[in-house]
């Protein structure tokens, strides 16, 4: 069983930072792709960011400036530095992976449990 837990969400004033962390644990060979989505009440899940092994990224045109996607490789972890935040970014934020579960083509999508963003005015 592979699990994605997500940690670093919170309330925070606007204008004010925050960063999520996402670890990926189980029995995999490799990530390709990790991110984040969002999902505010009353909406869809949309994209925020995601990045490859290879370190290339993708982002939502509402987030991109402002928000920056990371990841270690290593460590199985995938990070997202948030900063300039207003109250239209509060929402539950969901860690995403694309994992190989071993030698061979093929990949299996994950997702965490969510952690939840709330920016104050």
């Known amino acids: 069983q592979v699990q994605l837990v997500e940690s670093g969400g919170g309330l925070v004033q606007a204008g004010g930072s925050l960063r999520l962390s996402c670890a990926a644990s189980?029995?995999?060979?490799?990530?390709?792709?990790m991110g984040w989505y969002r999902q505010a009440p009353g909406k869809q899940r949309d994209l925020v960011a995601t990045?490859?092994?290879?370190?290339?990224?993708n982002y939502g045109d509402s987030v991109k400036g402002r928000f920056t996607v990371s990841r270690d490789n290593a460590k199985n972890t995938v990070t997202l530095q948030m900063d300039s935040l207003k109250p239209e970014h509060t929402a539950v934020y969901y860690c995403?992976?694309?994992?190989?579960?071993?030698?061979?083509?093929?990949?299996?999508?994950?997702w965490g449990q969510g952690t939840q963003v709330t920016v104050s005015s």
């Open positions: 990045i490859t092994r290879g370190g290339g990224t």
């Open positions: 995403n992976a694309n994992i190989v579960l071993r030698v061979g083509p093929g990949s299996s999508s994950y």
């Open positions: 189980g029995s995999f060979f490799s990530i390709s792709a």
